[in-house]
C-alpha cells in the first residue's frame, strides 16, 4: 500500500496554488507548514505519512526538482464532471495541458481522464472510471 507521495517544486507557492485547484475539490485537507504541504484525506488518521498523503515541497537534497520521466500520479474524481472542472482549474494555476479531458483508444470506454504538467513539469493524471 503506498504510504505517501513526496512531490519536489522550485517554486513551492506556485505548485501549492496549482495542487490546491486540483486536490482540494477532491476532498483532500490541506496542512501547509515550514515550507511544505501535506494534502490528506479526511478519514486518514496519520495526516503526514497516511495512505494517499500528498506532500509538494523542495527536493531534501537541496538540488533543483525536476519533472521524473514516467512517474505520473493518478488522482481519482468523483465525476467526469468533476475531472473537467479540475482541469481548468490546473489549467488557470499555471498547468500545463498534456491532455484534454476524454477517453482514450488504450484504455476501456469508460475510463475517463484529462493530463496536466504542474508548475515544476510533473505529469498528473485526473480520472474518473464509471
Known sequence: ???Y????ANDVDASVAF???????????KDYSEGV???SLPDTVDRLNGPGTVHVGRPFDGGPATAGNGMMPAF???????????????????GVDEGAPGTRA???????VAYLRDPTG???AVFFNE
Open 76 to 94: 481519482r474524481a468523483r465525476s467526469r464532471t468533476e475531472v473537467d472542472a479540475i482541469y481548468a482549474a490546473g489549467l488557470a494555476q499555471a
Open 37 to 39: 504541504c501535506s494534502y
Open 5 to 8: 507521495l513526496w512531490i519536489g
Open 122 to 124: 510533473n505529469k498528473i
Open 1 to 3: 500500500m503506498l504510504s
Open 19 to 29: 495542487y490546491d485547484s486540483i486536490l482540494l475539490p477532491l476532498g483532500y485537507e
Open 106 to 112: 488504450a484504455y476501456t470506454p469508460n475510463f475517463y
